[in-house]
């Protein structure tokens, strides 16, 4: 049984010493003291069904035995800063993750967090091209750090603070966009950018292959306009880019389609970035590229102190085996292809419902007050998520407006979860 401070007494706390900027989701925030494969439980020991999976972090499950017995041994053994000494773990990994990519993606750089990845990545397009210039997807999410910042494009999370050298390109958005579908036309504003914002020449491109993210705003589980990246990623190379995939959300077998979130739309990027659900909730991150960008890293030294130490990438490691043992990928397509038909059925009975959209166990429900004006239900989306946290169902929150669910579960959910989550849906929406 919990024995730890109250509910109350975590608030004041977190409240008195950590950052204002914080947030949590619900009237009555959860405090959650302990994880099982796809549940949570409070200090009450009450279990919840977890649709979110710590923003997609979760892959294996909570607190998967081999994930955290790998973890536990590493310890054991040695658990230092990187790789100023040889050790096999974090070079075994490499050479697994590398396995996962296509076409010339050979080298790893290990990192911390996403940022971390993307800032990388994006410091890599320029040091390579000799170029400043990125384009980056409107709507998107990268990061928090210079760079990062600058290639994120919401302004709930763009500081005044100098972000130089990225131009947000139309977002292929099927469900809102100017073009519907057709990614091809969408992919016109990125050469439109490049010709008239710049000098015709870039760094690169950097896009989320199904954009996804946080709780205020952006993404909200936007599937890319079908031919948009073969099309905008031969614009970029004809103008010297290079293509930069942020895979933080999509990859990791997640779209149950594919390993790799880009993958679903036949392209090859040049650079692959990773986070989240890499180390299923222990930190870490990563950039994959081609031995010959990564060459531009020699020019001067690059050091992180923990980026890829040995305890982050022995879970990494165990996730990749977990993933193929337990058939996750199999099981994000067939548990997701249910979900997705059941939540579209929903939206047959439903005016709120405007969209169901998303791949795999990476699903987003929009909610609209009018279907023809496609008007954000901001409130009710709240409502309809708390009310289904009282009924033990924890998804997110996100979209430009708030107003989507993002139901991004660990992958080992399971039929029986999906039916359950849907009814308990069901069930919220007649009660509106
Ligand atoms: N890219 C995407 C698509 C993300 O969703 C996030 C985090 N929400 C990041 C990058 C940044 O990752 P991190 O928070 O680990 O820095």
């Not at 050479?95 to 410091?123: H, I, Q, Y």
Request: proline share 4%.
């Amino acid at each position: 049984p919990y024995d730890g401070p109250s509910t109350a007494e975590i608030i004041a706390k977190r409240r008195e010493f950590l950052s204002p900027a914080l947030f949590h989701f619900y009237n009555t925030p959860l405090n959650i003291v302990e994880g099982q494969k796809q549940y949570v439980f409070d200090e009450t020991g009450r279990r919840y069904l977890d649709a979110f999976g710590g923003i997609a972090t979760v892959s294996c499950g909570h607190s998967h035995p081999e994930v955290v017995e790998s973890v536990i041994k590493q310890l054991k053994l040695i658990q230092h800063s990187t790789t100023l000494y040889l050790n096999h773990t974090i070079s075994d990994f490499a050479e697994a993750l590398v396995s996962t990519l296509p076409g010339d993606l050979k080298v790893v750089f290990f990192t911390n967090s996403g940022t971390e990845a993307n800032e990388l990545a994006m410091m890599m397009a320029r040091l390579y091209t000799g170029c400043n210039d990125v384009v980056s997807l409107r709507n998107s999410y990268h990061g928090n750090a210079a760079a990062t910042m600058g290639a994120t494009a919401q302004s709930n999370w763009k500081f005044n603070v100098v972000q130089s050298g990225v131009h947000h390109a139309i977002n292929p958005d099927p469900y809102r966009g100017i073009f519907g579908s057709d990614g091809e036309k969408y992919a016109r504003d990125v050469h439109d950018l490049i010709q008239f914002g710049t000098s015709g020449q870039v760094a690169g491109f950097i896009g989320e292959s199904i954009q996804a993210s946080y709780f205020l705003g952006v993404g909200g589980i936007v599937e890319l306009a079908p031919g948009y990246l073969p099309a905008a990623y031969d614009i970029v190379r004809r103008a010297g880019g290079v293509c930069i995939a942020d895979e933080v959300q999509s990859g990791f077998a997640r779209t149950g389609t594919h390993f790799w979130g880009f993958q679903s739309q036949d392209v090859i990027p040049d650079i692959v970035t990773m986070a989240k659900g890499i180390g299923n909730g222990i930190p870490l991150g990563a950039v994959v590229t081609t031995p010959e960008i990564a060459g531009v890293l020699s020019r001067r030294c690059y050091f992180n102190t923990f980026g890829g130490n040995p305890m982050c990438t022995a879970a990494g490691h165990a996730v990749l085996r977990v993933i193929q043992e337990e058939k996750l990928q199999e099981n994000a397509f067939l548990v997701g292809s249910h979900l997705k038909r059941r939540l579209t059925q929903l939206k047959d009975k439903y005016e709120l419902i405007g969209d169901v959209r998303g791949r795999g166990l990476m699903l987003g429900v929009e909610f609209v007050t009018d279907r023809d004006l496609k008007t954000p239900a901001k409130s009710e989306t709240l409502h309809l998520m708390d009310q289904m946290k009282e009924m033990g169902v924890l998804v997110g929150k996100g979209g430009f407006y708030g107003n989507v669910f993002r139901i991004t579960p660990p992958l080992c959910f399971t039929l029986p979860d999906a039916d359950f989550l849907v009814d308990v849906m069901d069930h919220a929406l007649s009660k509106m």
